[in-house]
């Protein structure tokens, strides 16, 4: 009688790697370190807002919302809908700027943050969340916690841009 043979646990360096692979495949920028900007704004209402605030914008908003927070203040903010109420993409920002030197660091909160909306996507549609995608996941939390990096934050709702 033969016996299967039992597969290794996945390792982060495993799945760290194949990630690098992806991102040469798919656009090998993902792999530059994370660009982020420092936007001085002078709102009129600037006691009311936080002297450094991190954000999730796409390069091409910038110029438009920090033209309106300088104006409109945090009237601008009402104008979005949006500011604040998006917490897993403020949590995940938060991340990725404070580990930004890391490559490592962030393709495993890049990837952890991926993998919970994923679950639940897999959940809602399937009634079950892949046993290879939760070997994936417990590599990047055990790569997470060895770096002492956050382990939880809000899951995002819609994939990352």
Known sequence: ???????????????????QVQCDWINPSLKQPLEFLDVPISPPDADNIAPVVIEWWKAEEIARKTEALNIHGLGAVRLW?????????????????????????TAAILIAASLWN??????AEKGTWPSACRQVMNAVLDFLGTKEIPVWHHKVPTPFP
């Open 118 to 123: 994923k679950e639940d996507m897999f959940r």
């Open 1 to 19: 009688m033969q016996s299967t043979p039992q597969e290794e646990p996945l390792t982060w360096e495993r799945v760290f790697s194949k990630w």
């Open 81 to 105: 809908g949006n500011w604040g109420k998006k917490p897993a993409y403020l949590d995940t920002a938060t991340m990725l700027w404070r580990y930004r030197g890391d490559l490592a660091a």
